[in-house]
């Protein structure tokens, strides 16, 4: 009996909150919006990593890894519930949008078709795009196990810099450009 309120509460809010629906993709208004940003932060990440990497492959004995405590594990916890709360809204945002735009009736033949191409003129605005937005966000608080990685294994490949810089320019170009894919790719 009680479950049904807490339910209702949860899909309000990553659904139907008003910051939900009214968000929109703007160079102006959204945090990390710009391809400057987008550039420079990516230049940052590599740079950090690098240096990071070289001082300790200098100072520090290559057998002793530097103590991170439980700073890794409360990573993975935050990364877990983000995602977690990122995978709810979109798929509860995605049912709303279907069912008050009416897009899978109107444009589109089946919900497949919704699902992979937008129809044409969709700007970077509401439910959706709201967690497409948070779903980039959160690429930035991924990279942060590089540093772990670094930290605790001395490890640091070109390959995975590159890997965890290309979901970042992949959801960024999503919001920037109304891509349609980006639901499945989120859910998935």
């Excluded at 129809?119 to 991924?142: D, E, N």
């Excluded at 990685?149 to 965890?164: E, G, M, P």
Aim: aromatic residues 16%; proline residues 4%.
């Amino acid at each position: 009996m009680q479950t049904q309120p807490i339910l209702h509460r949860f899909s309000h809010m990553v659904s139907e909150h008003p910051t939900v629906i009214g968000f929109r993709w703007s160079h102006a208004q959204s945090w990390g919006a710009t391809w400057a940003f987008l550039f420079s932060s990516i230049s940052f990440y590599f740079t950090l990593s690098t240096t990071l990497h070289v001082i300790l492959l200098l100072f520090r004995h290559r057998s002793r890894p530097v103590p991170v405590g439980p700073f890794p594990a409360v990573h993975s916890l935050v990364m877990s519930v983000v995602s977690a709360t990122i995978l709810a809204g979109t798929l509860t945002s995605a049912a709303a949008e279907i069912r008050d735009t009416r897009w899978l009736w109107g444009r589109s033949k089946t919900t497949i078709h919704w699902l992979l191409c937008f129809p044409l003129g969709t700007r970077s605005s509401g439910r959706v795009f709201f967690w497409s937005y948070a779903f980039y966000l959160s690429r930035y608080l991924h990279v942060m196990r590089t540093f772990f990685t670094i930290l605790r294994k001395r490890r640091l490949s070109l390959f995975h810099l590159f890997v965890n810089s290309i979901p970042i320019m992949m959801s960024f170009l999503w919001l920037e450009f109304s891509q349609s894919f980006q639901v499945l790719q989120i859910v998935s």
